[in-house]
C-alpha cells in the first residue's frame, strides 16, 4: 500500500532551518505531484508549498522565498528546505500526493484534491 512517511521536524529558534523529508512507498513516485501542508493548533489546515510532476512549484504567500520545495525522483523523495524560520511556522507538516494531472496550479494548494497523506513531523520555532 501507499506510504508517505515524513521526516527531519524539531525544535528551532527563531531565524534557523530545518529540512523535512517525505519519502514514499507504493506508488509510482515521478507521476505524483508532492504538496506540503501544515496545522497549527486551533487552526485549521493550510498549504505550503507543492511540486508537480515537471518539477514546476508553487508557494503559499507566506513562505514564498524562505522555503524550497525539491524532489529526488530517484530516493522517492520530497524535500521542504525551510529557512528563517518564525514563531508562526509552528505546525504539523504534512506531505500529499496527488495523482491527477491539472493545467492550473492552484488545483495543487488544495488539501481535498491529494489521494494520500502521511502522518505529519511537529516542527516548532522558538522566539
Known amino acids: 500500500q501507499v506510504q508517505l512517511v515524513e521526516s527531519g521536524g524539531g525544535l528551532v529558534q527563531a531565524g534557523g532551518s530545518l529540512r523535512l523529508s517525505c519519502a514514499a512507498s507504493?506508488?509510482?513516485?515521478?507521476?505524483?505531484?508532492m504538496g506540503w501542508f501544515r496545522q497549527a493548533p486551533g487552526k485549521e489546515r493550510e498549504f505550503v508549498a507543492a511540486i508537480r510532476r515537471s518539477g514546476g512549484t508553487v508557494y503559499a504567500d507566506s513562505v514564498k522565498g524562505r522555503f524550497t520545495i525539491s524532489r529526488d525522483n530517484a530516493k522517492n523523495t520530497v524535500y521542504l528546505q525551510m529557512n528563517s524560520l518564525k514563531p508562526e511556522d509552528t505546525a504539523v507538516y504534512y506531505c500529499?500526493?496527488?495523482?491527477?494531472?491539472?493545467?492550473?496550479?492552484?488545483?495543487?494548494?488544495?488539501?481535498?484534491?491529494?489521494?494520500?497523506w502521511g502522518q505529519g513531523t511537529q516542527v516548532t520555532v522558538s522566539s
Open positions: 507504493g506508488l509510482t513516485f515521478s507521476t505524483y505531484a
Open positions: 500529499a500526493a496527488e495523482k491527477t494531472y491539472y493545467l492550473s496550479s492552484d488545483h495543487y494548494t488544495r488539501g481535498q484534491n491529494y489521494d494520500y
